[in-house]
């Protein structure tokens, strides 16, 4: 389901009344199990925006890799499209129709760099309820993780990283502070960004089962801290 939180009470500096709430939209997270088929990866992410959007969402997220999953990095090479491109023009579509902020985790794309490298993006795109692009962040940590007989990734292997910070995307539900996945255990950018002004920093992933399991929950918990008294 989705939830509605509201946001703190505060009160006037001159008078001690409370002013007018502020309203906050419902916003959704969306959870996929993305395949090397985009048709139907779209089928699966536009009915979940729809779903969230008929319950009231006015900021939907979708994670890493909802555009497609490949099977290895040739084909991961093959099917990446450009941010002016096919896939990606669907969803500006979707986001005007609906009225609707969406941000798409982890898009693979082909920059404009393309031809001379051959190697792509790992891009998170924040489109505004017009369907316009207003912000496009390509990851700066790449993972390469080596796990003998259960995991062997090497992202760097066929992705440039990105190489600049963008400003927090103002969204009708806060500042979003733009990071992806393995960024996460980079805490000078989530520093920066909030620095910058962010209120909600996003880590959009598509960690596999053994990394996952064995990382996520304890890399995403908020540190405890042990009261002397």
């Not at 090479?77 to 902020?101: C, F, N, Q, S």
């Not at 898009?107 to 490298?117: I, K």
């Amino acid at each position: 389901g989705y939830t509605r939180t509201p946001p703190p009470p505060h009160r006037s500096r001159c008078t001690g009344t409370p002013p007018r709430p502020l309203f906050r939209p419902l916003v959704a997270v969306a959870q996929v199990t993305s395949t090397p088929d985009k048709e139907q990866n779209w089928s699966v992410c536009s009915a979940l925006v729809r779903e969230a959007a008929q319950h009231g969402a006015g900021l939907i997220f979708l994670p890493e890799g909802f555009d497609f999953i490949g099977l290895n990095p040739e084909q991961t090479l093959g099917m990446a499209e450009a941010l002016d491109g096919p896939l990606l023009r669907r969803y500006m579509e979707l986001a005007r129709d609906l009225g609707v902020w969406l941000s798409l985790g982890g898009f693979h794309e082909r920059g404009q760099d393309w031809e001379s490298t051959q190697r792509i993006y790992n891009c998170h795109v924040v489109l505004d309820s017009m369907g316009h692009l207003v912000a496009a962040y390509r990851k700066t940590h790449l993972c390469d993780v080596e796990l003998e007989g259960r995991v062997s990734m090497k992202e760097s292997s066929f992705t440039n990283p990105g190489t600049e910070i963008v400003a927090p995307v103002s969204t009708p539900a806060g500042k979003l502070g733009l990071s992806i996945c393995y960024d996460l255990r980079f805490p000078e950018l989530s520093l920066a960004l909030q620095r910058a002004g962010a209120e909600i920093l996003t880590y959009p992933s598509a960690f596999t089962v053994h990394t996952g399991s064995a990382h996520w929950e304890v890399s995403a918990a908020p540190p405890r801290i042990k009261s002397p008294f």
